[in-house]
């Protein structure tokens, strides 16, 4: 599971959309299975790449773009 480790809690990184959730090596799941096991956590909501590309496609191929840039060593594109 993904849990972003602050001060004395963990936060687990749901899309917006969908629910999924956001595990350690980045793939997206379905989010009943990590509420049962870990009813306690505290939630932030981001969006996963399958809603960023049906809800906006321009900021999908923007993200894309980027996160190819960077895998390749070059700087980086501004996105606004």
């Not at 629910?19 to 969006?47: C, E, M, N």
């Not at 894309?64 to 980086?76: C, H, L, V």
């Amino acid at each position: 599971m993904y849990k972003k480790k602050t001060s004395k809690e963990e936060i687990l990184t749901v899309c917006a959309n969908c629910q999924k959730v956001r595990a350690d090596d980045g793939v997206w799941l379905h989010d009943s299975y990590f509420l049962q096991k870990y009813p306690s956590v505290k939630v932030t909501h981001s969006i996963c790449p399958k809603c960023l590309k049906q809800l906006y496609p321009y900021l999908y191929e923007a993200t894309m773009e980027r996160t190819a840039s960077e895998k390749q060593g070059k700087k980086p594109i501004p996105m606004g």
